[in-house]
C-alpha cells in the first residue's frame, strides 16, 4: 500500500535525496525563504532575557532540518528542537548537526504536540503545513498558538500560485518543469503531489484567516519571488 499524499510515510521515500532536488528545482532561492522566517522570529528572540532563560525554538516539519539549523547557527545559545513525523527525514537531518550541538529532532506531528503550553519563543513551519490534511490544519495552527509564549512569534513559510509579471514563467516552472525534473531525477510520484498540493493550497490572505481562526494575531503576510511563496508572521492572541 502506498503511503498518504504529503505523509510522512511519503516523505521517508525522497529522504536521501530530498536536499538535492531541493536546491536544483527551487534554483537555490529556498535557503533565501529560510533566511527571511529566520529574520521573522528575531524579536522574540531579541526580548528574551539572556540571564533569566535559554530561548527555545521549535521547527515543525522540520524534515532534514535545514531552518532548524540556520536558527541554530544564528542563536548559537538557543535551545532549537526540530519536530516531524518522517523518521528518513530526521536520520538525513542528523547527520547534518555535527556543528550545531543545540538542536535536538523529534519524531512528532504538528496535530497534537508534546510541549506544555508557552513554552517556546518561537515557532517555525516551512514547507510543513500544506501536508497535513486541509481538515486539520486549524488543529495544527492551534498547536503552534499554544505553545508560543506570549509575545512569542510564529513563522509559516509555504509555497503558493506564482502571480503577477513573471507569473506565467513562474507557473510554468512549478506546474511543468518542477514535477518532470523530480520524476525524472528522483523516479517519483511525489513531486506530481508537490504541483496539485501547491494549486489546492488556500490563497494568502485566505490562509491567514485560518491562522486568526486559530489563535494567531497576522503580523505579516509577505508573498516572496512572485507569490511562489509566502511567509506568514503571527504572534498568539492573549488567552482569556
Ligand atoms: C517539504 S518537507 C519540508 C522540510 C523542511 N521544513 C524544509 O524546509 O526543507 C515537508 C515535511 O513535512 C512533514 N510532515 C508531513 N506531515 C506532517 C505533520 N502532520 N506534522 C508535521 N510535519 C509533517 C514531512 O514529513 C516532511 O518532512
Given amino acids: 500500500m502506498s503511503a498518504r499524499d504529503g505523509s510522512g510515510a511519503m516523505f521517508d521515500a525522497i529522504a536521501p535525496r530530498y536536499d538535492l532536488l531541493n536546491r536544483i528545482m527551487s534554483l537555490g532561492v529556498d535557503q533565501g525563504w529560510r533566511r527571511r522566517t529566520v529574520d521573522a522570529v528575531a524579536p522574540a528572540l531579541a526580548s528574551t532575557n539572556p540571564s533569566t532563560s535559554t530561548s527555545t525554538i521549535l521547527d515543525l516539519a522540520t524534515g532534514t532540518a535545514d531552518l532548524a539549523i540556520a536558527m541554530a547557527r544564528r542563536w548559537p545559545e538557543a535551545q532549537v528542537t526540530g519536530l516531524d513525523p518522517s523518521v528518513g527525514m530526521l536520520e538525513v537531518g542528523q547527520k547534518k548537526l555535527a556543528a550545531t550541538p543545540n538542536v535536538r529532532l523529534l519524531e512528532g506531528d504538528a496535530r497534537a504536540l508534546p510541549f506544555a503550553a508557552a513554552s517556546f519563543d518561537a515557532v517555525t513551519m516551512a514547507f510543513g503545513i500544506r501536508n497535513v490534511p486541509a481538515a486539520e490544519r486549524v ?29 506565467p514563467l513562474a507557473r510554468f516552472h512549478v506546474h511543468t518543469l518542477v514535477p518532470r525534473l523530480g520524476a525524472w531525477l528522483s523516479g517519483a510520484r511525489e513531486y ?35 507569490g511562489a511563496c509566502c511567509l506568514y508572521v503571527a504572534t498568539p492572541e492573549a488567552r482569556g
Avoid at 498540493?197 to 512572485?226: C, D, H, K, N, Y
Wanted: aromatic share 6%; proline share 6%; charged share 25%.
Fill in 139 to 167: 488543529l495544527a495552527l492551534a498547536e503552534m498558538a499554544r505553545v508560543t509564549r506570549p509575545g512569542g512569534r510564529v513563522a509559516i513559510l509555504e509555497l503558493g500560485e506564482p502571480r503577477g509579471v513573471l507569473g
Fill in 192 to 226: 506530481r503531489y508537490l504541483e496539485r498540493s501547491i494549486a489546492a493550497f488556500p490563497a494568502p490572505e485566505q490562509f491567514a484567516e485560518l491562522m486568526r481562526v486559530a489563535g494567531l494575531r497576522v503580523l505579516e503576510l509577505s508573498r516572496l519571488t512572485f
